[in-house]
């Protein structure tokens, strides 16, 4: 093919590839298609698609970098092709684990948390853990609208004294040199001047307030300004709480601008808050891992098919540890020791494992409690070292964050239900949220971008996961299309996308969700190359190139480039 006859606005054209057993390809890939390279195992498919095309682009990136940053980016060896004409930026997404930070998570590496984090700290609502009311501090807004809605009465603003009894004379003098005139002394009004000439001194528990100021509402600017100033002031010396006490029926609303309830002062949420890699969200027994190192469930219970009975309980075999399921089984009435333990409800296993609250219950935490009282004794060392090893966090169940962020809620939910939710179920959830019209504005674009995302990993079949798995417990298909999905999140135009056979471990029912996102990705505008063997993607190809016809040496060769069709008649 000339090189005169190239449109690089509208094709790829690679010369003379020859790294590894390709044989002097020259080809012409369409722009902006969705193209299928298939072939034999080891025919060359990876060698033209990564090894080349992308290899190329990422060489040619790294170079238009200073050269300040491509010392810290390596050199690139150039692969072995003559040239490349109307090479975009590629990207490849290839079959490997995302991740080996066990930090990382669904959730983080689609950046759906973080959308989360953001919404949860704008909208969320905190409420009480002893009464499970809402908490709520008022502002200064709060209380001008609560005197608005009772517009035609006369109110006293007051603020609680705090004093000492011993300094009380002091106290008056600091107030009056303050500007302030008057106290509210067990509902009677005194002025400070005559409290100081009788030398007044308060018993214990006198109820004691400052009078900020006195007023019958006006729809006037000058004094809304005014009553504003005198709230902040009322806030201010009562030291985050002031009241108001009707003159007609004196009966008194208080008002308080800490976030308080139950006698618990809560921690406002913050995008922080919710973020288990930041020590002000995470939780202070796993530090946000999730995981702790404790005694194993699977090292205790290695067989789960087996009843307490049969043995499944690892530990307690043995002429002298048996005796612990021997008091087990006799102390533990009405427990199914004949069931499997996988068949075991949660009260069940709960009682296998802590007992029923008495501290000398033969349960499985006591017997390791045990081991470690005897340390001094080399045989329970080594035993108890056998069943060490990363195990859940007890304090958080696995869910990273500390307590305190459980309490935020939006429609009812928390969002540590929500990242342990599959994302089939998160979905729905997410678009049905019962929100007020303020939070609906405030969420709308927060919202629109979890549910997308949420909309691709379930188009690429991914929605079993949790947004709570953690990134290397992932297979190398299930890590190769959340960067599908992301990348599908992100917009990006104008760039080669090169995948690895996307559709392994894929039902074949997802196969045409998938395939309409290669199409989607297609039709933002990108190239997207595919190395395929499925049919149906096949069939939806925009571009097939055929490298063959063998695998090794016997392959190498430009079998085929066309279309579906011309290929159904070569």
């Not at 003159?247 to 800490?258: D, G, L, P, Q």
């Not at 007890?394 to 939910?413: F, M, N, Y």
Request: charged fraction near 25%.
């Amino acid at each position: 093919m000339a090189e005169r006859e190239i449109n690089i606005k509208k094709e790829i054209f690679v010369k003379n590839a020859h790294l590894n057993n390709l044989k002097h390809i020259d080809v012409c890939i369409p722009k902006n298609k969705l193209v299928v390279i298939t072939g034999v195992s080891g025919s060359g498919k990876s060698s033209l698609a990564f090894d080349t095309i992308y290899a190329e682009g990422q060489r040619r990136y790294v170079e238009s970098l200073s050269s300040y940053a491509r010392q810290f980016l390596g050199k690139l060896e150039k692969p072995k092709v003559d040239d490349i004409k109307g090479l975009a930026p590629s990207i490849a997404i290839q079959q490997k684990v995302i991740s080996s930070n066990p930090r990382s998570t669904v959730g983080t590496s689609t950046e759906i948390y973080d959308y989360l984090k953001l919404l949860f700290a704008r909208i969320g609502r905190t409420f009480s853990p002893v009464s499970g009311q809402e908490v709520r501090k008022d502002s200064v807004s709060d209380v001008i609208d609560f005197i608005q809605k009772n517009e035609g009465k006369t109110y006293t603003l007051r603020s609680p004294l705090h004093y000492e009894t011993d300094t009380f004379k002091n106290t008056l003098n600091t107030l009056k040199l303050s500007g302030f005139t008057r106290l509210e002394i067990n509902g009677n009004t005194a002025s400070i001047e005559d409290l100081e000439a009788f030398n007044f001194t308060p018993e214990k528990g006198m109820d004691i307030h400052l009078i900020i100021d006195r007023f019958l509402y006006e729809d006037d600017e000058s004094f809304l300004q005014r009553l504003a100033d005198s709230i902040q002031i009322a806030f201010y010396e009562g030291r985050g709480y002031c009241s108001l006490k009707d003159a007609e029926n004196e009966k008194v609303t208080n008002f308080s601008n800490k976030f308080e309830l139950d006698e618990i002062e809560f921690l406002e949420p913050n995008i922080h808050f919710f973020s288990f890699n930041n020590p002000y969200g995470a939780c202070p027994s796993c530090e946000g891992y999730g995981k702790v190192i404790g005694i194993d469930e699977d090292l205790v219970i290695p067989n789960k098919n087996l009843s307490i009975f049969e043995d499944a309980v690892a530990c307690w075999k043995g002429d002298t540890m048996k005796e612990w399921k021997t008091m087990f089984i006799k102390k533990a009435k009405d427990f199914p020791i004949h069931k499997s333990y996988f068949q075991l409800d949660k009260e069940q296993k709960k009682l296998l494992w802590q007992g029923n609250g008495d501290a000398d219950f033969p349960c499985i935490n006591h017997f390791f409690k045990m081991l470690e009282d005897n340390l001094y004794k080399i045989q329970y060392r080594v035993m108890l070292s056998r069943y060490r090893g990363k195990t859940t966090c007890p304090v958080c169940e696995g869910l990273r964050l500390r307590e305190e962020a459980s309490w935020v809620k939006i429609d009812g939910h928390s969002i540590q239900a929500l990242v342990d939710l599959p994302l089939d179920e998160l979905l729905p959830l997410v678009k049905n949220l019962k929100l007020t019209p303020h939070e609906q504005e405030i969420a709308k674009r927060l919202l629109y971008e979890i549910t997308t995302r949420l909309e691709f990993l379930l188009k690429v079949g991914l929605g079993y996961l949790t947004l709570n798995r953690t990134s290397n417990t992932l297979s190398g298909g299930e890590s190769q299309r959340i960067n599908l999905a992301t990348s599908l999140g992100s917009s990006l135009v104008g760039s080669i996308y090169i995948l690895d056979e996307p559709s392994i471990g894929l039902h074949s029912r997802d196969t045409e969700n998938l395939i309409e996102v290669l199409k989607n990705l297609r039709d933002l505008g990108n190239t997207v190359i595919v190395v395929e063997h499925d049919e149906d993607i096949m069939r939806a190809a925009d571009f097939i190139i055929d490298i063959g016809p063998e695998a090794g040496f016997l392959g190498g060769e430009l079998v085929f480039a066309g279309n579906f069709e011309e290929l159904k008649k070569s």
